[in-house]
């Protein structure tokens, strides 16, 4: 934890008081103000750029990893169990025919063309999970 003494010295360790000229203005009341305050406003302010310039970066490369997995085309033969999480209910799946006879019926429900896009499977599987036979 920081303690004021520590932020005094800090601020007396960076800063000195910055006074006008005096051949133009003698007068000590013109001299620029510039506070603990201010002080560390402009100090957080210089860290948040940096965090906010480096998260933008950070989510730009996170978001074209995982846009293969919005892309990815559907159709029967091409069915990627490896898409399941790690960590899901779909990881510990051991019966891979139920999971294609389900994947199947979904697709017959769409009466599209059967390559689809991911966005459009979710959509429809949200529409009909609540239907059970």
Known sequence: ???????CADFKNHHRKRLAPKRY???ATTQA???????YRKEFKMVLDTLLKLTNDNFKSCISS???????????SNIPFCLFPPSSVGAYLLDYDLVQTELEILFSMLQEDRILPFNSLMEKAEEVKHIRM
């Open 1 to 7: 934890m920081i303690t004021d003494k520590e932020l």
């Open 25 to 27: 203005d003698c007068n």
């Open 33 to 39: 103000e510039f506070t603990m305050h201010l002080f």
């Open 66 to 76: 995982i846009q293969p997995l919005f892309t990815q085309p559907f159709n029967k």
